[in-house]
């Protein structure tokens, strides 16, 4: 069974895509910030992260997603990320994804970065 790791500091978001994933039979492993995530990352292999790029109320930079992706390029975790970018201009974020990327593709809101 594939395994996804939901990284969102919104419970709602969290429980929407597991109970999506769930019902597609993946294995969910859910994390409200990146320390926790950090922590999942340590104890289990996953498959997939999804991911915000915000986790403190009130940013927006995207910089703790970014920070993020910068420790998990550093990490053993080999997983492809799917990175939720909740403006319209997703080009803002783009440049600095891309330095963590092998590839990103856009698809409306979200991007698909590969480590």
């Given at each position: 069974?594939?395994?996804?790791?939901?990284?969102?500091?919104?419970?709602?978001?969290?429980?929407?895509?597991?109970?999506?994933?769930?019902?597609?039979?993946?294995?969910?492993?859910?994390?409200?910030?990146?320390?926790?995530?950090?922590?999942?990352?340590?104890?289990?292999?996953?498959?997939?992260?999804?991911?915000?790029?915000?986790?403190?109320?009130?940013?927006?930079?995207?910089?703790?997603?970014?920070?993020?992706?910068?420790?998990?390029?550093?990490?053993?975790?080999?997983?492809?990320?799917?990175?939720?970018?909740?403006?319209?201009?997703?080009?803002?974020?783009?440049?600095?994804?891309?330095?963590?990327?092998?590839?990103?593709?856009?698809?409306?809101e979200f991007l698909?970065?590969?480590?």
């Amino acid at each position: 069974m594939a395994s996804i790791l939901v990284l969102d500091c919104r419970s709602d978001i969290r429980f929407s895509l597991s109970l999506l994933l769930e019902q597609q039979e993946y294995k969910v492993f859910e994390a409200s910030d990146p320390e926790v995530a950090k922590r999942v990352l340590a104890g289990q292999q996953v498959d997939l992260i999804i991911q915000d790029m915000n986790f403190t109320p009130g940013t927006n930079s995207g910089q703790e997603g970014l920070d993020f992706l910068g420790w998990l390029r550093e990490s053993t975790a080999s997983a492809p990320v799917v990175a939720f970018v909740p403006w319209s201009n997703t080009k803002l974020i783009e440049q600095p994804l891309a330095k963590f990327a092998k590839y990103a593709v856009r698809i409306r809101e979200f991007l698909l970065v590969r480590k």
